[in-house]
């Protein structure tokens, strides 16, 4: 599981940041938020994690499923939101071998793959995607939680 260092890193890292207060500067930050989001003392919205991870040329979707295990820790709903992490971070992968194999420049790749291969890759894909829905419904409705500003409730 990628945690906050790993993205603030990357972040530095993709844009050649040295200090952590230039990361602050391009989320809109004042203050020293990310040396508080080090220490475990703030997270941080949807919006700033979304800003954060195309600071560091990752992929948003992967980055909102890691936020949601990190301000998960200590509840029933933890291993859940990691098992939802883990599928997302499949489909961003195994999408991403789809899109490579599709591509022009890999050509004589595609040429020298059996279609079997492309079919299983395909199979494979649609049962990720259909794994992730199907715990995904699963837990909204077992938890009955909905998302109000800045922390799940439970309805009814």
């Known amino acids: 599981m990628r945690d906050y260092n790993f993205y603030i890193e ?8 040295k200090y952590d207060n230039q990361i602050d500067s391009a989320l809109g930050f004042k203050g020293s938020m990310i040396n508080h989001v080090r220490k475990r003392n703030k997270q941080l919205s949807e919006e700033s994690m979304i800003k954060l991870a195309e600071l560091a040329g990752l992929d ?13 820790k200590g509840t029933a709903a933890h291993p859940l939101y990691q098992r939802i992490a883990e599928q997302v971070l499949h489909i961003c992968l195994v999408a991403g071998v789809i899109v490579g194999l599709s591509s022009p420049s890999h050509a004589n790749i595609r040429e020298q793959t059996n279609i079997t ?10 049962g990720l995607l259909r794994n ?14 909905t998302y109000y500003g800045k922390e799940y409730i439970r309805l009814a």
């Not at 990357?10 to 940041?17: H, R, V, W």
């Not at 948003?60 to 998960?72: C, E, K, M, Y």
């Not at 291969?117 to 649609?126: A, P, Q």
């Open 10 to 17: 990357a972040a530095k890292t993709k844009q050649g940041f």
């Open 60 to 72: 948003p979707l992967t980055a909102i499923a890691d936020l949601n295990v990190l301000r998960s």
């Open 117 to 126: 291969e492309i079919h299983n890759i395909h199979y494979h894909f649609t």
């Open 132 to 145: 992730l829905w199907k715990n995904c419904i699963t837990f909204f409705s077992k938890a009955n939680l």
